[in-house]
């Protein structure tokens, strides 16, 4: 029934044309009207698409032939890129990918949000792009086995489970990929059983790796399903001999039928629990379950954006909200602002305090709970802060918590979104509720991916 509004049929091969990027980076093209989103193509690119998947008014598809290439194209560096699903954006020169990523946050904002950019509206001030190399700070690495009973780590095919078993990924640092030899090293001699998603049985699950970047410091996680594993001593002395910047390694107990990839409990085989690494010239502990922005050259270019529009003043109060370890709020404050931070998960917020006390700030209070709920608190207590910064997951924030912040009244708010889609969406709200954007710049914490930050300064009518 579904085929019959379709101009075509499934297996069908149709001429399109491509003359846009979705959000999740698949090239879209037309015919009679109806897109054909298409993976692996670039705009530009004139192809036969087979079509392998109706939807009720549109349709996706694979090239079975190119009939011309775009000029956007560049050779593929990596041999994994068609099946993993790490990457989305290799064959694109990353001048148009920093393009196509500019265009979908301004997108955004006009569209969604309604505004206009440039004269009378926001100043967009563009994008900044980054490397596509090696900048990779974390590592999430899959582990299962082959038919031949191999193991086999690296990323999920897209929209999948299935492991593409990437020996090299061109976005981790060199070292992991050492440190993923020395596991599978072990692994081959003396390994334990590795875990499987669907009868929920075997015990090592996912390998988590991070590095400070300017310290050099890493964390080594295992997440097992159980609380031993075997031979835990031979890979600890493995590790230690082969990579001593493993300042910490750390056994992650998940024993849940989840998609989650880190289970609530961790228990130290050696060194400490958290890392540390420099941002912004301050020092910054991360334990396991804490966020860290994945790209720290990036991010240390956003939150400099960031500070830049709050604009702190002497004496003014910022609240942080979304405030993970600390790492806006602190590395922006002066000595003669108060600092409050807001942040659901436990362990960021014990993070949030000591990296406060390590690098001397005092006028700071950090609270673990909902952002929504803390800042109703927050309000009724009469809190009035100067400049309120928001830094959401990707569904954006409760409509509850933008009228909470226009109670409050601050002078400026700024927006740190990782969803152009739903800070639009946001932007609507605040505006509807007497903070209007004014500026908003773009950077690219995950170049090769479909990912992209805003930073947006709102200030109050
Ligand atoms: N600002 C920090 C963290 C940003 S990521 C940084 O730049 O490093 C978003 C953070 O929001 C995460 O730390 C996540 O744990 C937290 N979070 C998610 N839902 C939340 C909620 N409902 N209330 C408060 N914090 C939440």
């Known amino acids: 029934m579904v085929e019959k509004m379709l101009p075509f049929k499934k297996n069908d091969t149709v001429r399109i044309t491509i003359d846009a990027m979705s959000s999740e980076g698949m090239g879209i093209g037309r015919y009679e009207g109806v897109a054909i989103f298409v993976p692996l193509t670039a705009i530009g690119d004139e192809i036969e698409a087979k079509i392998v998947k109706l939807q009720k008014n549109f349709a996706f598809g694979i090239i079975s032939k190119f009939i011309y290439e775009s000029k956007d194209r560049v050779p593929v560096d990596c041999p994994y890129f ?76 897209k929209h999948s489970h299935r492991i593409v ?109 958290h ?22 050259k990036q991010a240390e270019k956003l939150y400099n954006k960031a500070s830049e529009y709050a604009d702190l003043k002497e004496n003014e109060t910022l609240l942080d909200l979304y405030c993970g370890a600390g790492t806006i709020g602190l590395s922006l404050i002066g000595n003669n602002n108060k600092l409050i931070g807001v942040e659901i998960i436990p362990d960021a917020i014990e993070n949030a305090k000591k990296n406060a006390a390590e690098n001397g700030i005092e006028n700071t209070e950090f609270i673990c709970g909902d952002a929504a709920k803390a800042a109703a608190v927050l309000n009724e207590r009469g809190e009035k802060p100067d400049v309120i910064i928001v830094d959401p997951p990707r569904k954006g924030l409760d409509e509850n918590l933008i009228l909470t912040i226009s109670e409050m009244a601050p002078k400026r708010v700024v927006y740190v979104s990782c969803d152009p889609a739903t800070l639009g969406r946001d932007l609507k709200i605040f505006a509807a509720n007497g903070y209007t954007p004014v500026k908003a710049k773009a950077f690219d914490l995950f170049p090769a991916t479909s990912h992209v930050e805003t930073v947006v300064l709102m200030t109050k009518k």
Request: hydrophobic share 35%; charged share 30%; net charge positive.
């Open 275 to 296: 890392i540390k690494d420099i941002l912004c010239d301050r020092s910054f502990n991360i334990s396991p379950l804490s966020f860290y922005q994945v790209n720290r």
């Open 82 to 157: 068609n099946r993993c699903g790490g990457c989305v954006y290799r064959h694109i020169d990353p001048e148009n990918e920093n393009k196509i990523k500019e265009e979908r946050v301004k997108d955004c904002l006009e569209r969604i949000g309604g505004f206009t950019l440039g004269e009378g509206g926001i100043e967009f001030e563009g994008i900044e792009g980054g490397s596509r190399y090696n900048y990779r700070n974390k590592a999430q690495i899959p582990l299962g086995i082959d038919k031949n009973n191999k193991l086999i780590m690296g990323y999920y095919a």
């Open 165 to 273: 078993d990437n020996k090299k990924c061109l976005l981790h640092p060199e070292i992991f990929n050492s440190i993923a030899d020395v596991f599978r090293d072990w692994f081959e001699q003396f390994g334990d059983t590795v875990y499987n998603e669907e009868t929920h049985k075997g015990v090592l699950r996912h390998l988590y790796l991070r590095m400070g970047e300017k310290t050099g410091d890493i964390l080594f996680s295992l997440v097992i399903n159980g609380d031993k594993v075997k031979n835990l001593d031979k890979l600890a002395g493995m590790l230690k001999l082969n990579i001593p910047n493993i300042k910490s390694f750390v056994l992650n107990i998940n024993k849940e039928k989840t998609n989650v990839i880190l289970g609530n409990k961790n228990r130290i085989v050696f060194g400490q629990e």
